[in-house]
């Protein structure tokens, strides 16, 4: 289930810090701190102890898990008082709210594509929400006449290279979908009917069915879909953001869905995020919105714990981390 981008095997330069998390001469590490906890996160302590961690404070630690993702704000006073931490753990895949943070100094893992199962399972409920007419006759009070399209052989356009487009490519096959790969650069994504640069966006939508956004946000990416993305596509065909809210230009949005140049859109992050009460889009006929729950606490815990654990594991014995933030590119 592991992605190109949790893997992290891009050769290490000298100005870099070393991605095993280990210093030459070190010895094992004795201590990882997790925190802030107060014993709500024991999940993540029980995981640092599975592989092969000693739980300890943040003043003895070698590396720390940062475990409670609401509190971004807190995290460097407690990197304060632990000078020896060469390892940070960042709870989300996305790391907006940590980016003033990092240093070239640490090594900085997040939680790159291990939320990718959920998030793409959700991915096809809103498609075929969006596209077989569900959202149209949830909120109708008559029999409504019929609409719809199949996601069956339906153009499948993914913005995105990572884990979340690796897991929607499987979960896609049954439906013998044409999918279009939309990355920084054209290299051939696995399985893809074409793969295209971000320079190709409106070509990419040009012909979809479906358009689904499953990248990072950078400053590279944010509105990549604007008023010529939205003019561009289909007016049958289904947005969905399953990434962050910054990707999409809100008031084009608006503005496509009110004259009617796209089906609609499903998104699960949204710009401002939460959505405000009686913001225009709660009620707009073509738009579904879910509140971030792509990946919901029951369904990603576990599979955070895991990758904790697997990561304490190979921190142990100075093998290559999973997950590894580029802190140029800001992912």
């Not at 793969?195 to 956004?213: F, H, P």
Request: with cysteine.
């Amino acid at each position: 289930m592991m992605s190109e981008s949790q893997m992290g095997r891009s050769p290490v330069r000298d100005s870099e810090p070393n991605v095993t998390g280990r210093s030459p001469g070190d010895s094992e590490p004795k201590v990882i701190a997790v925190a802030p906890s107060s014993g709500r996160f024991e999940s993540l302590e029980a995981a640092v102890v599975a592989g092969g961690g000693v739980l300890g404070p943040i003043e003895d630690a070698a590396a720390l898990v940062w475990a409670d993702p609401a509190v971004p704000e807190q995290l460097p006073a407690v990197l304060a008082k632990g000078p020896n931490v060469r390892w940070v753990a960042l709870p989300f895949a996305g790391i907006e709210p940590y980016a003033a943070y990092l240093t070239h100094e640490k090594v900085w893992t997040a939680a790159k594509g291990v939320y990718a199962e959920p998030v793409a399972e959700h991915v096809v409920a809103c498609a075929l929400a969006g596209l077989r007419g569900l959202v149209h006759y949830s909120r109708q009070t008559s029999w409504a006449p019929p609409q719809g399209r199949n996601l069956l052989g339906a153009k499948v356009t993914i913005f995105g290279a990572g884990g979340i487009t690796d897991s929607l490519m499987r979960l896609l096959e049954p439906f013998g979908c044409a999918v279009t790969v939309v990355r920084r650069q054209a290299d051939p994504y696995p399985g893809a009917a074409r793969t295209l640069g971000l320079d190709a966006r409106l070509e990419a939508v040009a012909d979809a069915d479906l358009v689904v956004l499953a990248l990072a946000l950078t400053p590279e990416t944010h509105h990549v879909i604007g008023e010529a993305e939205l003019a561009a596509m289909a007016d049958h065909a289904w947005l969905v953001n399953v990434a962050r809210g910054g990707h999409i230009d809100a008031d084009a949005l608006r503005s496509a869905l009110d004259n009617e140049l796209l089906g609609g859109a499903a998104l699960d992050v949204t710009d401002p995020e939460p959505l405000p009460d009686g913001h225009p889009l709660w009620s707009h006929p073509r738009v579904l919105i879910t509140p971030h729950v792509g990946n919901t606490p029951e369904m990603g815990i576990p599979l955070l714990a895991a990758h904790i654990e697997e990561n304490v594991a190979r921190f142990r014995v100075g093998d290559e981390l999973l997950g590894v933030i580029d802190t140029s590119a800001g992912y």
